[in-house]
């Protein structure tokens, strides 16, 4: 009796309450008991600090000549004073401020989809690189530095704001892959996500990739190739919206995502739906409604009518459900702060 007492005591303290079907993260704080219920690949880890730089790295990286010709193309990573160190809190880390990173992080147990369901988490992403004109070693004193570092030098604007660009994003992702919960796709613009078949990913994308035609300010997109092998460029994106406001900008946002299966006839009549030509084959008999809200939870910042069942192959209405993340050149920490997900719509 006394180890059952122990074992429900455990499970309250580490944030996870509920049975398999439905759970709560309400933090990720490992300090008291291990977090149960996840299967992490990759980069991604559990840690207790936002911008724990036990390693050195803040996040600064130049990327084009410097004063020695020999080390024209070298990347420079600069020590971060410990005062520059932010406060501690826990989190699932998906990516840490480090270059060409790929993390995955999976709820053990599928879950049922079919009939709708919703969820809702917290992200923060910061410590992004930076992008600077030239950078000199100065090698008495092991010192670099740095000149000309401009916020919007690989970046572009926000409603006119020049922004800091790191890479790439994460991504809430729905799949029945082969891999099951080892599943991890490819770093940089893939965003982990990308190689993982008869997938569905909601990416928040904070890089601009334009040679695959992508925003050239930070974007979220809805990617799927059905049940073949899914990629973040297109044919697969079913939707593209540019974002206007900066959210990769260091600070908490709340994002909920449902699944309704039938035509919410309410979000249509407010201009919320879109989609590309690519959704039209994704439109079949039991049409649903996706919908994304960020910061606002009562109004959707778009949706989309798609057939789940038809556009993944679900094992008897079930599929996993998880996060990815990458960096590629250019990088920035990608934290997941609490997660709950419902088998219900409502």
Known sequence: IIMIIHAVIAIALCGF???????????????????????????????????DLSDGFNGTVVLSETTASSRSTTTFIERAPAASRSACESALRLTPERPHRAGSA????????????????????????????????????????????????????????????????????????????DSLGGSGSALGYGGIGNSLAIEFDAFSNQLTGEPNIPHISVRTLGHGVNSATDPSSLMVVPYEFDFADGVAHQVKITFVPDVQHEYMQQGKFSGSENLKQYIRDKVGTLCVFVDDMASPAFCLPIDLAYTLRLFSGEAYVGFTAATGASWQVHDITSWSFQESYL
Request: one cysteine or more.
């Open 106 to 181: 999976w709820y053990v147990a599928r879950q049922f989809v079919e009939r709708g369901f919703s969820t809702t988490f917290t992200f923060k992403v910061s410590n992004r690189s930076r992008t600077c004109a030239r950078a000199t070693e100065i090698a008495d004193v092991s010192f670099v530095l740095y000149e000309n570092c401009g916020d919007g030098s690989v970046g572009g604007s926000v409603s006119g704001k020049a922004y800091m660009s790191g890479g790439d994003g994460f991504a809430f992702v729905l799949h029945n892959h082969d891999n099951d919960t």
């Open 17 to 51: 309450q509920g049975a398999w079907a439905d759970f709560v993260y309400s933090s990720f704080n490992t300090s008291l008991v291990p977090i149960i219920g996840l299967q992490l690949r990759g980069s991604a880890a559990l840690e207790n600090c936002f911008g």
